[in-house]
Each structure stands twice: as C-alpha cells, then as structure tokens.
C-alpha cells in the first residue's frame, strides 16, 4: 500500500513539475488554473456535505474549517508554481492534497446516503452549482492553454535536438580507415538524442597519428556543445604542439573556461608512431586504454595518471609509451561499453571486454571486433536500453 501510494505521489509530482520551467506568464495561468480546480472542490463538497450536516450546530464551524483547510492546500499547490524557493517542499504540496483527498473521499460515503434526490433545489444550491461548473471550466481552459504552450515549445526544442543530433553525427561520425600502416574503425551511439562522448584520429605525419577519445559528463545538449569545443580544441592544439602532456594541461585550460562547475571531461589521448612502432599516451581521468598483444595471446590496460579536465587549475599530467607489433590491437572506449548492465544490476566490466579481446585473437579487422563485442554486451545486458554512451575506437597494427 505504501509503495502504491510513493507511486501515485511521485506521478503527481512528474505533472506538477510541467510548471516550474515556464514562462511567468503560463505559469500565472497554470497558478489560476490549479486555483478554480479547489474552487470547484470546495463548491462541490459544500454540496455533498451541506445536506448531511443540515440543523447541526456545529455545522457553519465545520464547513468553514473545511474551506479554510482547501484555501491553505490552494495556496501551498500556487506557491511552488509563481516562487522558485518553494520548489523543493513541493512533495509537501502532493501529500497534502491527497491526503486532503482521502479525507473527502470518506465524507462523501458518510454523506451521500443522507442526501435526498427529491429535496427542493433552493437558490443557494443553484448558485454553488453554478460556481462549481464555471470554476471547472475556467479551470479547464487555463490548464488546457498552458499544455498548448507547452506542447509548441516541446515541438519547437523537439525539432532543435534532432538539428543538434545531425551535427553531432557531422562531428564524431561512423569511422572507417585501412591502409598500409594500420586498420581503424570507430562509432559512436548516444543513450539519447545528443550525446557527450567523441572520438577523433588525427594524422600528423606519413609515420605519426594522433588517437583521441573523450567523455563528457552528462547527456544533453550541454554535453554536447562541450564536446563540440573539446574536439575544435584538441585539433587546434595539435597544430601547434604533439607534446600530450603540454596538450593536455591546455585543454584542461579550456574546459574550465568553457564549463561550469559541474561539468568535467574525461579524455585519453595518444600518437602512434609508426616508424619506431611505439604509442605514446596521456590519460585525463578515463578509461585505461587496452592492448591486446597478438605474438602473447593477452590483453593488458595502460592508464598513465591524470585528472579529468574541468576539476582542477592545477591538474597535472603523466606521459606513458609503449611498442608494439604485427596483428597488436588497440582499444579506446567510454565508460557506457564497461558499465553496460543485466537485470541484476552487474556490469560487463573491463575484464569481461579484455576476455573478448583475447577470444577474437585479433582475427578479423576493428569492425568484426566491435559487432562481436556489442553483440556479447547485447547478450549480457538483455533488451534493456542504454544508460550511457556507447563509444568504440579500434585500431589493429598491420606493420608492426
């Protein structure tokens, strides 16, 4: 019964909240709304209860405690609505109107056996009825102009998330690379519309390319704007410098001037220099970058220390390098792969993926591994949707 009532009561407060971020004028109207809803209930309780307390004493006491009581719930349900700092006691508002609710519900099965049909209709009743009507319908029209509002601005913000989504696609689209020196492939699915995650592949020389791979805090709009900056950044830093720890500490700089608070990014990146085959990387906060070694059969993580960008002026940078060989994959993901859920509750995790690693022994291109390794993770999750991003880079050395 409890959980039933949490329920209904956090139901309540999903609608209710359809106020708060409207202009002050739907949400005058949305306030005069919910006022004529208590006006009409307190005209028809008057109606219920009148005849039932008819030649009591204590009648006129009682309905003017009644109405008081619906004056203060009025009140305390149009406050949240105009004033801001009244938003967080809005479970306040909810719990008392439906235990207000119950309350009546309990006088109308007392009373509505003690109200007789065929008793002459004075003009006070007529009056009541009259109010009561209007007040629904007023009530009515108000709240029915502020879901038409809502619903054009919906439609409107609708519209302006699927351009938002266009361009992301623009920004990080589905990449596909093979030549001499290396396979690349590389994807990159939102949990929703707009997404914070990004990858990018730089070549800076014949010999030399640069590997990136970022993920913003958040999924939405803001996320992806933030995204957007970081990966015009990155490649704007790279004209000037390839030395990763000197890139990094810049673009720490600029999140933090772009980004409030709240926000922070994680990012690894690193330069594949083929020449020497060897890889060189910096880590801000992510996921450990994986190698699966073909000549060995194994899969091992490197995570150089860094912080995410956007937390600190002073964060510092650790540069990690290693080599490697012919068939040796590499793997830049975002941490919606890893913490892809089953209904239990329990993550795939990084070991789960560096297994999958070691099963596919490098056979087949970066592609074959990303179908075979969502495919597992599809398996292991069940049809549950997506909680994070899902980003996925894959590089196989040819000529090691």
């Known amino acids: 019964m409890k959980a039933t009532i949490n329920k209904l009561l956090e139901y309540s407060t999903r609608e209710y909240d359809i106020f708060f971020h409207l202009p002050r004028r739907l ?118 102009s502020v879901l038409k509002a809502v619903v054009a601005e919906k439609s409107l913000m609708e519209a302006e998330i699927q351009v938002a989504r266009r361009i992301q696609i623009q920004l990080v689209p589905e990449l596909e690379q093979d030549d001499e020196l290396c396979q690349i492939y590389g994807k990159s699915l939102p949990a929703r519309e707009v997404g914070g995650d990004f990858f990018d592949v730089v070549r800076l020389s014949e010999t030399r390319m640069a590997v990136a791979i970022g993920d913003v805090s958040g999924h939405n709009i803001a996320a992806g704007l933030l995204m957007a900056i970081l990966k015009g950044a990155f490649r704007t830093e790279l004209q000037y410098t390839t030395n990763l720890e000197h890139l990094a500490r810049s673009l720490n700089r600029t999140i933090l001037e772009n980004s409030d608070k709240q926000m922070f990014v994680s990012f690894m990146c690193g330069i594949f220099d083929f020449g020497e085959n060897s890889l060189t990387m910096v880590n801000a906060g992510h996921l450990p970058l994986l190698q699966y070694r073909a000549q060995k059969g194994e899969a091992v993580q490197w995570n150089p220390a860094g912080m995410a960008f956007g937390l600190s002026k002073s964060a510092k940078y650790q540069l990690q390098k290693t080599f490697y060989k012919t068939d040796d994959v590499f793997l830049f993901i975002t941490d919606g792969l890893e913490e892809s859920a089953n209904p239990a509750g329990e993550e795939y995790g990084l070991e789960r993926i560096q297994q999958f690693m070691v099963a596919a022994k490098g056979q087949g291109g970066p592609q074959d591994l990303y179908q075979g390794l969502m495919a597992d993770i599809r398996e292991f999750t069940g049809p549950h949707p997506a909680r994070d991003d899902l980003t996925f880079l894959g590089l196989k050395v040819k000529n090691g």
Not at 44 to 65: I, K, M, T, V, Y
Not at 98 to 117: D, E, K, P, R, T
Not at 128 to 143: E, M
């Open 27 to 144: 949400r005058l109207k949305g306030a005069g709304a919910v006022f004529f809803f208590y006006l009409s209930i307190v005209c028809l309780s008057h109606l219920a209860l009148r005849p039932f307390l008819n030649g009591r004493a204590e009648a006129d006491s009682f309905l003017l405690q009644l109405y008081a009581g619906f004056l203060v719930v009025a009140v305390v349900s149009i406050l949240p609505i105009l004033f801001p700092p009244f938003r967080r006691y809005r479970w306040v508002v909810m719990y008392l109107s439906f235990f207000w609710g119950l309350l009546l519900a309990l006088f109308y099965a007392v009373s509505i056996n003690q109200v007789l049909m065929d008793q002459p209709v004075g003009v006070t009743v007529k009056v009541v009825w009259a109010t009561g009507f209007l007040a629904i319908v007023l009530g009515l029209t108000l709240y029915a």
